[in-house]
């Protein structure tokens, strides 16, 4: 039978498997997702990766052999890294969300189970999407897709890759969140904004983010009208809050993932450079980029992924 997948141009596909994502949801959903490409007629290769390295060497490997159709089947982190490895390249990327936040998944509609997930996709259609090119002042340079920050997100991000990694969803972020309030010092942070003619802004912060999705934290809804291919990224302060204040608003993030409290300011902006007043380390879809001062600046359509119909 001929392959009639809508796919079949940039076939053979890769997938490339985090086996520590979500737990043990990525590995234990890759002999189903198998049999959905199979129905699709996708024929794939299934890799297993054994860090964000191995995956990056692995999938500039596969490019240079001439494959289009990347996949990772993980977090919002395995994409990141598949992203930064693809970024130039003329391919087509596409997720399996199988990790704890599954974000960048969310914001294109997909289904949070993997296998769903894969059949959604593989009927899908291409779409470019803006990334956030993030510079660190060790000189370290990366991309990500969703959001980035410094602050008590930072040292969260950190707790929820290890003491929390295996609660699920939202509440491994807010555990983690609560756990890196213990003892937590306000940041002094100015928010400058170069090449354009806002103001800067100079806060006592929480947590300072640069987003290019509405939410990251497994569904907290940071900037709830920031969109994937719009040319512009999200700024996000949030001034210190009381242990007290962050309790209050608890419920609501548990349930909702919403945000909603007047000590939070948000700017929406090409390019972002944080500078703090002590030592901090800015993350990228939950993974560490480097020191302050660091800027951000938006990727207009910088790469091209798979999206279910309709998107």
């Known amino acids: 039978m001929a392959n009639s997948s809508p796919l079949s141009p940039l076939l053979p596909a890769v997938v490339y498997v985090n086996p520590a994502a979500g737990g043990d949801c990525a590995r234990s959903s890759v002999p189903q997702v198998k049999k959905v490409f199979e129905a699709a007629s996708v024929r794939a290769e299934f890799i297993f990766t054994e860090s964000m390295e191995d995956l990056e060497s692995r999938a500039r490997a596969a490019i240079e052999s001439g494959k289009r159709l990347l996949f990772a089947l993980g977090g919002d982190g395995t994409f990141q890294g598949l992203v930064n490895a693809a970024y130039g390249a003329d391919v087509v990327l596409g997720v399996l969300p199988a990790g704890g936040g599954n974000d960048f998944a969310a914001c294109i509609h997909l289904p ?133 204040q962050v309790l209050q608003l608890l419920p609501r993030l548990l349930k909702s993932g919403e945000l909603r409290t007047p000590h939070v300011e948000r700017v929406r902006a090409k390019s972002v450079k944080l500078t703090t007043d002590r030592p901090c380390l800015f993350h990228g879809d939950g993974e560490i980029v480097g020191p302050a001062p660091v800027q951000i600046d938006v990727v207009p359509h910088g790469v091209r992924v798979l999206v279910p119909r309709d998107n």
């Open 112 to 244: 949070e189970d993997p296998v769903t997930a894969a059949t959604a996709i593989l009927r899908g259609q291409t779409k470019f999407i803006d990334l956030a090119r993030a510079r660190a002042a060790d000189g370290r340079v990366r991309l990500y897709l969703g959001g980035g920050g410094l602050g008590i997100d930072a040292e969260a991000a950190r707790h929820a890759n290890g003491l929390f990694r295996r609660l699920p969803g939202r509440s491994r972020y807010i555990a983690a969140a609560l756990r890196a309030l213990w003892g937590y010092r306000p940041i002094g942070v100015r928010v400058e904004f170069p090449g354009s003619d806002l103001p800067p802004i100079d806060a006592k912060s929480l947590l300072a983010a640069v987003l290019n999705t509405p939410t990251y934290g497994a569904g907290i809804r940071l900037a709830p009208d920031a969109l994937l291919d719009d040319g512009w990224l999200d700024a996000v302060v949030i001034e210190d809050l009381s242990t007290f």
